[in-house]
């Protein structure tokens, strides 16, 4: 029997948000409904309100999220109703080239549940990255959703979902850091702080947090940076260079998604190292680099698309490290608040008071 439950819906480009009733049907083959306990509010959602995804509105918003199984669908073997799971935007599909090749990170032929969530009226919603979380429940393929130990707190699990997992994995596994290898992270917001926090998980010796914003230069160094840069006052190039013995560093990270902090971050490099950009760009930003110096300087220039994650290895490995202590998921919440408060925390984010407002059910 379907369920009629409260949901953020974005109506209209640029809109405020506003709280609905949607109706979530029940479950199909490889499906599952999920009740959700918490979400995270990331930049991508509001990416969505501001029509800067696609013009499919209205949106069902929220996507980093974690709940309990509600109901399966045939099929659905993996899954069974009670447990706790951290949702994803990548279920990964197991048939397409990338995963034959044993490469599941980068699949780009997702299975995502049916778009059949709709407004009381009947009107179809578009789920923000497949799973519009901002609501009671949801409806998501069996792949989106990974189970994870119930002992962690659902509105610090919901977090890997996204924007922290994209940081963990631009260093870990995209950047490919190692013991002893210096890193300066461009953007000290939460997915930079991530990185950062997966700098130090993964034994960087030294770690540089570079920002404009004073606050996040202290959460920078809260998370683990070893040195942080005020790229306001200081040329961030030169101030990297000088805290690696005149090099550069070993991986340079941006996290903001812009054209002139990506050139920052290019030539704060070591000879042959390694540029990783996880910050989303504007789809009409560019990049403008001297050929020569592309050729020259060596290295690799690496996008990371969700940190190069692969969320059933992932996820349960870092609820774990949380658990154990190894990991301070706690402290990207920056506060705790209810669906109807979501409009005015996009507002936070942007004058970047917060790391992460967490919505609680």
């Not at 696609?54 to 199984?69: I, K, Q, R, S, T």
């Not at 190692?178 to 010796?205: H, K, P």
Request: net charge negative; charged share 20%.
């Amino acid at each position: 029997m379907a369920d009629r439950v409260r949901g953020v819906v974005a109506s209209a480009k640029g809109a405020p948000v506003t709280i609905e009733t949607i109706t979530v049907p029940d479950p199909g083959p490889g499906e599952a409904v999920v009740r959700i306990q918490a979400c995270g509010v990331c930049h991508t959602d509001l990416h969505y309100r501001e029509g800067a995804i696609n013009d499919d509105f209205p949106f069902l918003l929220g996507h980093e999220a974690a709940g309990v199984v509600e109901a399966v669908g045939d099929g659905a073997t993996d899954l069974a109703p009670g447990d706790f799971v951290i949702l994803n935007w990548r279920a990964v599909c197991g048939t397409c080239r990338a995963c034959r090749r044993g490469r599941p990170w980068y699949c780009f032929a997702t299975h995502n549940a049916t778009q059949r969530m709709t407004l009381d009226d009947g009107t179809p919603l578009a789920p923000a990255l497949g799973i519009g979380a901002f609501a009671e429940k949801t409806l998501v393929a069996a792949g989106q959703a990974t189970k994870v130990d119930p002992r962690a707190r659902p509105e610090v699990a919901g977090l890997l979902g996204c924007g922290v997992m994209a940081g963990l994995g631009a260093a870990m596994y995209t950047g490919g850091i190692g013991r002893g290898d210096s890193v300066a992270v461009f953007g000290c917001g939460g997915v930079g702080n991530a990185a950062i926090a997966g700098a130090r998980l993964a034994g960087a010796g030294t770690i540089i947090g570079v920002d404009i914003d004073p606050r996040k230069l202290e959460w920078a160094r809260e998370f683990g940076a070893t040195h942080t840069i005020d790229s306001r006052e200081t040329d961030p190039v030169e101030a990297v260079r000088a805290l690696t013995g005149g090099n550069g560093a070993d991986v340079c990270i941006e996290a903001v998604g812009d054209p002139s902090v990506m050139e920052q971050a290019f030539y704060a490099r070591d000879l042959a190292g390694t540029l990783v950009q996880v910050g989303v760009p504007d789809p009409s930003m560019r990049v403008d680099l001297p050929m020569i110096e592309f050729f020259g300087r060596g290295g690799a220039l690496k996008p990371s698309w969700y940190g190069d994650c692969l969320p059933s290895r992932d996820f349960p490995m870092l609820i774990d490290l949380y658990l154990a202590g190894r990991l301070d998921l706690e402290r990207f919440v920056s506060e705790t608040i209810p669906l109807e408060a979501v409009e005015d925390a996009f507002h936070k984010m942007e004058r970047g008071e917060v790391l992460r407002s967490g919505v609680v059910l």
